[in-house]
């Protein structure tokens, strides 16, 4: 008997591609978030495959059903995808750094998160992880731009 409703499924593992190819660490790649999950979020990642952003990669509020630029963090042997909402490694933590520098200098030179800061404060103010902060600190000191204290950062004049 036909009822001429609409019909609609969430079980969407059985559309997806289980076997991702040519995926690199740091790629580009469109997601779509899926579903939450004690791990974080399931993604598609492409229209096409599975994937995963794990809950201490997530610096921002996301939703079921938001579409978002993101990046492949890695492939797994099992062939899962680890994904991350932020460019990985150096190329993040220089994108960043200028970032924290200008900060900086809308702020009068300093900035209460130094070496010592808890990881969650750094999190909520900047929105990225203490290890990207320390990357970005340390390339605006190498630059000497800045000077580095136990819990803040100087702007040097």
Known sequence: EESYRLVASAKVEHYLDEQPRGYKHGQEVDLL????????????????????????QVFQYIHTGDRLKGYISTVRRDRKIDCTLQPTGQQHAEGFAEVLLQYL???????DLGDKSEAEDIKRRFQVSKKVYKRAVGDLYKRHLITVEPLAIRLVK
Do not use: A, S
Request: net charge negative; glycine share 10%; charged share 30%.
């Open 105 to 111: 200098k809308d702020n009068d030179g300093v900035c």
């Open 33 to 56: 978030i899926w579903q939450k999950t004690d791990l974080g979020f399931k993604v598609i990642v492409d229209n096409k495959y599975p994937g995963l952003i794990y809950e201490d």
